[in-house]
Structures are given as C-alpha cells and as structure tokens.
C-alpha cells in the first residue's frame, strides 16, 4: 500500500510550493513526481466528468484526496457556441474549459491522450478502429501505472441507445485497463524499461445505475433500489454545503458545467436552493479488489475498503478477489470459486477466518471455510472451492461473497454469476451489441449485459426473417421447444420450432418469419412503451421452461416514387415533382416540446428521378435561431436546420458508410448552406458531394419557417442504392435563441440516439428504380477527420506534465537530459531570449505564456548535441506574475518531455 500524507502535511507542502511556483492554472506542485493520485475519473470528451463533479469534490475537499481526469480526446468533434474555432483550435479550447470546470470540485490533473474526437457516433467497434485499440490502453495503463489512483471512475460501456461510441469506447478501456495495469505481462516494457511497476486499482465503477428510489433529498442515498437485485449500487447526496465555497455541492457543479460554453451549456439554469430539492449520483460497480462491511450505508461507502475503513472494517490495504470458473452456472453442475486474500496492509494479518458465503441453490462441496493463521505484508494466499448448483436453482443472477475476519473486524467481497437453464434461446443481438458481448465475457463483466434489452426492427407492414440463437449451456445433450409470442399487430406462421440433440455448447440458429400486420400502429418512440412493441421468447424443455424479453421497434415506410417531370430546385413545390406520400417531421425526438405546430413543425416529400433524389420540406418556425456566416455554417444542431440521412443499402452498423447532410435555410449571405457530418465524408457540400443542389424560400423579415429543395445525386452516396432495402430519415432541428444552441428536434423516425442508429431509420421503396450498376456495390471506405489537437502544443498541458511528471499524451518519457535550459531565460523590455541545448535529436516547441494566454511560440528542430537561442516577443505590459516559458520536446524515437520555467513579475 502506497503511504500517504497527513492532511496537515499535504496542506503545508502544497502551500509552500504554490508559493514557489505561482500558477494561472489551479495546478500546485506537488510533493510527489509523477503525481500520486487517490481516484482518476476517465472519460473520452471535456465534459464527460462534469456529471460526477459533485460527488469528487465534496470528498477532495472533505479528506484532501487528489484526483485526475483522462480525457482521451479534447472534444474536436463537438460544436461551438461561443466563436468560430474547430479542429484543433477548438480542442486546445474545450481543454480550457474543462480545467477551469474541475478545478472548482478541486481537480488539478487533466490527462489528454491525444486521440481524435472524429464525430458523433453510437459505435464502440468504430471507435476501436480509430483510436487503436493497443496504442490507446498502453497510454492508460502507463498513466495508472505513474499516478497509482485507488479508485477508477468511468462511464457506461454498453451500447445502450443512444451512448455515443467514444463513451463506451472510454469506459471499456477504463475496464481493461483496471486489470491489464495490475498485470506485470501487460506492456511489459513499461516496467523493464520505463521503470514503472504493476498497480493494482482497488474498485472501478460507472456513473449512472438502473432502479427506482427517492430520489431529491438525502433520503436518495438510502432508499435507491437497482432494477438488478445483484447490481452494487453506491448514491451520493448534491446537496452537501461546501464548507470552503458557502454554496452546496449541487451548486457548484453547475457552476463549474456552465464553464462548458462552447458545448452551449452556459445558459443551463440554475439548480434549486433548497437542499432537500437536489438529488444523488449514483453509481455503479464494475468490480472491486477490497472488502466492505455490509450495513455501511454512508454517503462515502464507495471508498471503503479503498480510501477508507471503519470502525468495523478491515484495515486498508487487505484485498480479497473472487472469480468463478464460469460466469453461467446450469442447474445440477459444479463450478469453482477462486478466492485470493492478499495483505497490502501495514501489520501482519493473524488468526483470520475465510468464508464463502453462498445464497439459497448453491452449496459449497467442503464447508466453504479456512483459517488463515499468518499473512505478511505483501503475500497472498490463494484458495478454491468447488460449488454445486442445486437442480432446481433458479435462472437469474446470484451474488457469492467471500467474508474475511480478523477477530471483531471483518468484510466481504464478491462475484455475480447467472443461473442459466441448459437449454437457452435469445434473439440474435444486432452486430454492435453482439461485439460488447463478446468484449464483456473477455473482461469478465457479464453482468453489464442486462443494461441491453435486445430489440430488432421492422418496417410498417413489412416482413422480416428473425434469427434465434438456440444454445446448450449443460455438458449433455439437450432436445425442447422454441416459441416465439407476439404482440398484437404482429404475426409468425409458425410459432414454435423443435430442437433435437443439441450438444454440449453447441449453438444453432433457428428463424422466424415476423410480419407487422396492423399497418394503423403507431411507430417510431410513438409506438408500443417508449417505441418498444414487447414480445417474448419461450424455450421449454422436460425440467424448465424459461422466457427471455425483447421487443420489436416498429419504423415508418413509405414509397419513394419517380417524378413526372424533373424538379426545379428553387425551394418550391410544383406539379409533377413530387407525389402525395407526405412524411410527417412533427415526432419529438429530443428537447423541448413545442408548443404548438407554430413553434416548431415539418413535413417532407421524396421523389426520384434519373441520377438523383430530391427532398422537398416545408418547415413551420415562430423564431428564427442564429444565422451562421457560410464559413460558419456546420454543426447543424446549433441553430435552425434540417438534416437528412440516408443509409444506401439499409445494412449499415453505423453512420461511417451512411450520407448525413444538414441544410441549413439561410445564412448572413441570404443564401442556404449545407455540410455533411458524422458520415462517410464530412465537409462543405462543395467538396464532399459534387452536383448536390440546395433552395429555400424565407422571410427573415417576417419569419414564419421556410421551405428548401435538395437533390441528392446517387453518385454522391456511399453505395449503390438497393431500391427495396433504402432507409432514410429526416429531421427538423430548432433554436429560438441566438446563442448558437438548439432547442428541440423533431423529425420522422425518431429513438434516443436515433441519428447514430441506420437500422431504426425510417423505410424507402424506390418504385421503378434500377441502381446504376457504375456505382460502389460495397460502402466507400469512410473518410475520418483526423485534425488532432496534440499535447505538445498545448501549453496548459506542458505546464502540468512539467509539475506533476506525467508524460505529455501520457507518452513514454524522455531521458531528463535529452533538452535542457542552458542558464536562465533573459527577460528584456519586449523579449525573452531562451537558451536550449539538445543531447538527443527531436523538435522542441517554445511558448511564452501568460495569464493563460500564448504571448509568442517558436519551433525548432535540433540534431545531437546542438545548441540553439530561441527569442519570444511579448507587449511590454503583458508579463504578469504568471508568466512562464513552457517547452515541449519530442525526440525523434517518439519520447517526451516538459520544461518549465516561471519568469513573471
């Protein structure tokens, strides 16, 4: 166990060194270098963490714990409401912001891994392929392995709708992570050649849980019950005063979130003042290596074990992990439970009794219990039980515990596994959902599977071929029956289908043919709950029958046919062009509801005709939101827009082999711009989508909406267009302010998350088309926006990695004397003259900084043993005392470093 400073002695070494070193960012220096953290929140965009910022900081100021936030990307990706910065200037900006935001929960450490926030999607397996999987938990696990947090906090992983790809992508290489920095075989040469040694995080959970409770009130952090019996749920109340600020924790969480301006988030309102009126975080475990005492129901329960203990607890640094031989566990077989009780503690643990407490249906084939008569500082002891599963163990998830005690101290750790019946009948996951499966039964976190309800879509009317995966979970062969049971609307021929003689983990695919047959239901979130029409799947063998709940997401259809005469795109609607299937724009998807067809309403026509699609919307608006400059005119939610999506061959998994377009009506020129975004090839329509042609029709003056004309050539699209699986969507953004923030979005087929979503996309049929066989049969690989904003140029990083020792982009560091200062900066009238000398070849990267703000950079390449003078300029009245030169230097071979040096008043 890492030994700590007394907060009296953190509190005196800190204030020495802020006086030493006075910083315009919150950073102190620290005692020790690199950093020794207590939790590390990682996430994948500034922003991410501001969700938690109450919980951290009434603990950091409650204990004088340090914190970090990794941020594996600087949020290039997002919009921008306060100026006209994007790409990397954009991401150098959101970095400021966040560490204004954190540092008012008392956060000092911000780690940007450089990775590319490439746009809004819903796909963790894209994200994997940009941001390389191996490059991007190398650069984690080295940041735990340096500032050896003991908890990890983190986001959701699964691919719940409407969870952005990098959220999950974060969050699963948090999870990795967690296990792979405790293993001296992962990235070995960290710890060979960097010097660095295996950490084992004690606890890592997600922000968020699924359950019912109340929840304003301190009451919330007590009567919180998960949807999941199993699930280890911890909540803690925002509404706490801080002691230091005068104002509760709630509060300043909305403090620091309204710094998030370029995301539009300054104009959220305030939060009540009564503290009975605010509400919990809440969150939820991954897993953990330490014991809890089971009646500890204290706001800071979720740090026992790992940053502190009670009066009845375990002394910290004693860790106990349970595994399981199988995660599934069949009715009447045998499995194992792994135990290893490590002491990391200060004493020699004595005298301790292990036991393995088990719920009804499972028996332990020995007692389940062993003395441990001596554990040293630094061993573990490992041990295994054999459990049967009693044949009439029910199927749902257990929690096993293993109790460690030390004469009246004592805690538990524990494992879920699932009882699973041994012949097992699930609805085929949709491809993203089926590769977070595969990832969670790697990672050994299963359980997060039930945050997943497994769903397929169909069209209004249409039918559709349904796979059923039949598995034998047992170890003898397995014979029943598989039944599927519809909701009313919907029908199959044949209901049920017989399984013989399936093997031991054998899986067969069985299908059914579904068919919506009550064209007059409702679709879209409109339809069935929520846009869920639940049905079920029932497998019945001799000794079970068990049932597994999915549901059908029904999707609008209508028919695309070919103009009588080609349309004039001139923002009007004239005879021939378009036929009569008008498509309502009018659901609410996200934000406020309108209120009235006045304030905010659509409807649309599509027609085909030779080489191309055209889309006619007529858009009803009582305020018109910012008019955007024509170089401005991107990121359509900001302001009033419409945007249309198209999914060529309607199979995509996500938007990377879609067309996505928004048009916006007008712009200061008078005239209606268009980019595309999050799609196969993003930019201004100019460059991205040759021949596509844009109209509308506003008064500005008098403004009531507007109406625009698009034509879409087929050429432009990723693929060739299949006429009978074409699916679509349109959607109708509005804002009614002039802060460059939408505040409602309607649109056709519309779910949470629905933009990132092709397969709940709304239904084409192309009457009469033939595709031009000229065109891609397959999707055009995507093209990837991959403008980064780089930690070497980023002073506000170079100033932190300077101070706490943490490699910029939590890169390999570079040897100490590979750049030096040669003496001190001279500071003259209007110039700094810097003198550098390289012992290893690399480009250093020079700033003069200032009140958070670059006064001059230079860069300057340098081969072995070379020497240059590099001159900064600055308005006289410009050195303040928090002035530095800050320099950042990459050696040839890819290693880093930072050089710091204060040079203010």
Known sequence: MKKRFSTIAKTLTLTMMCSLFPLGSSLAKTEEKPVDLDMLFIGAHPDDEAGGLSTYGQWIEQYNYKMGVMTITRGEGGGNAVGPEEGSDLGILREKEERDAVSIAGINHVFNLDKVDFYYNVSAPLTEKVWDHDVTLEKVVRTIRMTKPEILFTMNPSPTPGNHGHHQYAARMAVEAFYAAADPTKFPEQISKEGLKPWSAKKIVYRGASGSGVNIGEKCETTFVPSESTDKVYSIWSGRKSEKQNKTWAQLERDAQKLYESQGWKVFDDVPNDPNQLGCDRFTEFDSRVPITKDNQQSTSLLEGALLTTEKGLPLGTEISVTTSSYKIVPGETFKVNIEVTNNSEKILKD????????????????????????????????????????????????????????????????????????????????????????????RVQHLENLIKPVFSIGLGESKDVQVNVTNNSSSVQSGEVSIQLPEGFQTLQPSITIDSLNPDETKAIQFSVQNTNTSLKTSNEGGTNGDYDFTITTKTTDQSVVQKAA??????????????????????????????????????????????????????????????????????????????????????????????IDPQGNSENTSSTFKVGVFPTTTEHKPAAYRDADNYQGPIELTAPGMEIASKINEENYNGYTMEVKIPFSVLPAAVDPEKFAFNIFVYDSDTKDKTGQTRLGWSTWGGVQGDPYRWGHGKLKDYHPDMNLPQQPKEPIIPMDVAKSVLSPQSILQSSLNGVPLASGVAAEKDSLMMVGKPKVSQNTVNVKLKAKIPGTANVFLWSNKQILDKKSIDFESNKQAEVVLQYPTDKLTETTYVLVSYETKDGKIMSLSYPIGN
């Open 552 to 645: 059908i997401n029904l999707v609008p259809v209508t028919d695309i046919q070919q103009a009588a005469t080609e349309p004039t795109i001139d923002g009007e609607e004239h005879e021939g062009e378009y036929h009569d299937h008008d498509i309502d724009l009018s659901r609410l998807w996200e934000g406020s509801v309108p209120t009235s067809s006045m304030d905010a309403s659509g409807h649309a026509k599509v027609s085909w005709y030779k080489d191309a699609l055209y889309f006619y919307v007529n858009v009803q608006d009582d305020l018109l939101g910012t008019v955007l400059d024509k170089d401005d005119a991107k990121r359509h939610w900001r302001t009033d827009s419409v945007e249309i999506t």
């Open 352 to 443: 301790a009794n292990l036991k393995l407490e088990l719920p009804g249906g499972l028996e332990a084939e020995t007692n389940g219990q062993v003395s441990i008569k001596q554990l040293k500082m630094g061993e573990t002891q490992k041990f295994s039980f054999n459990v049967k599963a009693s044949p009439t163990m029910e199927t749902k998830r257990y929690r096993l515990n293993a109790i460690l005690a030390v004469g009246e101290k004592q805690g538990f750790s524990s494992r879920v596994i699932e009882g699973v019946s041994a012949l097992e009948a699930k609805l085929q996951p949709l491809p993203h959902v089926k590769q977070f499966q595969e990832w969670a039964e790697k990672n």
